[in-house]
């Protein structure tokens, strides 16, 4: 058929004058094929905001259950997305307080030890000659531009450093950081983890120790997180923040005596009020009653910091493996959303070609018909 090799419009249905013009040619000569009576030069010059598509029926039917089978997969990736979410936010908003009160007691003990002969390990300042980041990356990917921004945001902090002339190195969690840069430059990076399902104390045990030995030996002069904050379910920002050494923002300086702390450094950040979701950038320390002067410690304040350091760096990480966790299932979640959508929109534009395609095959047959009739009689 000769309608099978023409080019299918999305287009609105043609004018009057266009009928008429079809119908004139056919009544001078029936013979003539379908092809031949399109005008040859108005159709490609005039202007189309819909895209050609050149395929047969057959295609076309192939194409709409191709995207009806994406549809399904996509939709399927949504709920289960959906589903996994609501534990991680849970996770979240759950484990934040304890983190931010563990944190908020450890600087205020901090704060009435530095008069005093004290020697913690965790919270001594010393020049800073080398940066360990710890990237937290997703495991998979069909996530939109989650696991992009985390990498983006670590190579611009260690484009920094080495603008300040610092030395740096990372600490990769999560498969697509680890792809990412075993391509680029494998020596840069000191440790490589994989994480699997929902983050466990074990998993951030496994590199709370690293962190510790690193930064105890001296590896290291100063630690910094860098993964993705979970805000909503909508929202999601990639943030930096000082693990070690136990200071107030603004005190790590480098052997230039020059400010190493990240400008947009989150660590004594308000993420919570009232266990709710709330973000307030303006507060620069958690504000808090601080100690009792009725308090009185039973164990000398060293053994308490080593004590609680530990703890301290276990429940910071485990936090951040909540929090990228969260936001790769939400940022999953609307991608595939997005993605579903898409492919309803995509199949109702192919379904519309189909059934143009097939009405004008069924015409131009009608039309064969008719004029082998007339041209028997």
């Known amino acids: 058929m000769f309608s099978s090799n023409l080019p299918t419009w999305v287009s609105p249905k043609p004018s009057n004058s266009t009928k008429n013009q079809f119908f004139n040619q056919f009544n001078q000569n029936p013979f003539l094929q379908f092809s031949d009576r399109l005008p040859p030069k108005s159709l490609s010059r005039s202007p189309s905001p819909f895209t050609q598509i050149h395929c047969r029926l057959r295609d076309l039917r192939k194409r709409i259950e191709t995207v009806k089978s994406t549809q399904k997969i996509t939709e399927a990736m949504k709920l289960v997305a959906a589903a996994k979410v609501r534990r991680a936010q849970e996770a979240v908003i759950n484990g934040r307080p304890f983190t931010e009160a563990l944190l908020e007691f450890l600087y205020t003990i901090n704060d009435s030890l530095q008069c005093e002969d004290v020697d913690c390990p965790l919270t001594v300042i010393r020049p800073v000659k080398k940066v360990a980041l710890v990237v937290i990356t997703g495991d998979r990917g069909l996530c939109g531009s989650f696991n992009n921004a985390v990498i983006k945001k670590a190579e611009s902090r260690i484009s920094e450093l080495k603008g300040l002339g610092l030395d740096c190195t990372v600490i990769s969690v999560g498969k697509k950081g680890n792809s990412y840069f075993r391509r680029k430059d494998g020596d840069l990076v000191d440790r490589f983890v994989e994480g699997g399902g929902f983050p466990t104390a074990k998993e951030a045990q496994m590199v709370a120790d690293d962190v510790f030995s690193m930064f105890v030996s001296e590896e290291v002069d100063k630690v910094e997180l860098v993964y993705t904050k979970f805000v909503s379910l909508v929202k999601s920002d990639p943030v930096i923040r000082t693990l070690l050494p136990l200071s107030v923002k603004g005190e790590v300086i480098d052997v230039n005596g020059n400010c190493v702390d990240a400008v947009e450094d989150e660590l004594f950040m308000l993420t919570t009020k009232g266990g709710k979701l709330v973000v307030e950038r303006d507060k620069v320390r958690v504000e808090g009653g601080g100690i009792s002067p009725l308090m009185q410690f039973e164990q000398d ?30 940022a999953r979640m609307n991608a595939m959303s997005n993605a579903t959508d898409n492919a309803i929109e995509l199949k109702r534009n192919l379904s519309i070609v189909y059934n143009r395609e097939r009405q004008a095959k069924i015409t131009n047959e009608i039309l064969e018909i008719v004029a082998g009739a007339e041209a028997l009689t």
């Open 301 to 330: 304040p060293v053994q308490i910091l080593d004590a609680m350091m530990p703890l301290y760096l276990n429940s910071q990480i485990l936090r951040a493996l909540q929090e990228s966790l969260a936001s790769e299932l939400a």
